[in-house]
Nanobody, 126 residues
Framework: QVLLVESGGGLVQAGGSLRLSCAASGRTFSRFAMGWFRQAPGKEREFVAAISWGGGTTAYADSVKGRFTISRDNAKNTVYLQMNSLKPEDTAVYYC???????????????????WGQGTQVTVSS
């Protein structure tokens, strides 16, 4: 059993920053590919960012490239999403996801992930 718990969401003005954290427990985190997804009201869940198990490979949605940074600390079993220059359209519930994956790959497809957190709300006011 793997438990993923997100934190760090909140209300911020446009142009501001937030850092989301996702703490994992239960399995060998260092062999997990991790990802962040988000879902706005009335919209489907969409990919935001992903990182390989070692942290050397990352991927971003075009909408967040250059503003968001995904990183991980395997010693702390935690993955982060640093969000800068936030826009109102970034408002959503943000979810982290994990998948046991030995290959060095950042996984964009939500259907590949086995474990999901409960989500954390991010609201960006204009």
């Amino acid at each position: 059993q793997v438990l993923l718990v997100e934190s760090g969401g909140g209300l911020v003005q446009a142009g501001g920053s937030l850092r989301l954290s996702c703490a994992a427990s239960g399995r060998t985190f260092s062999r997990f590919a991790m990802g962040w997804f988000r879902q706005a009201p009335g919209k489907e869940r969409e990919f935001v960012a992903a990182i390989s198990w070692g942290g050397g490979t990352t991927a971003y949605a075009d909408s967040v490239k250059g503003r968001f940074t995904i990183s991980r600390d395997n010693a702390k079993n935690t993955v982060y999403l640093q969000m800068n220059s936030l826009k109102p359209e970034d408002t959503a519930v943000y979810y982290c996801a994990g998948k046991t994956l030995l290959a060095v790959r950042a996984v964009r497809d939500s259907r590949e992930y086995d474990y999901w957190g409960q989500g954390t709300q991010v609201t960006v006011s204009s």
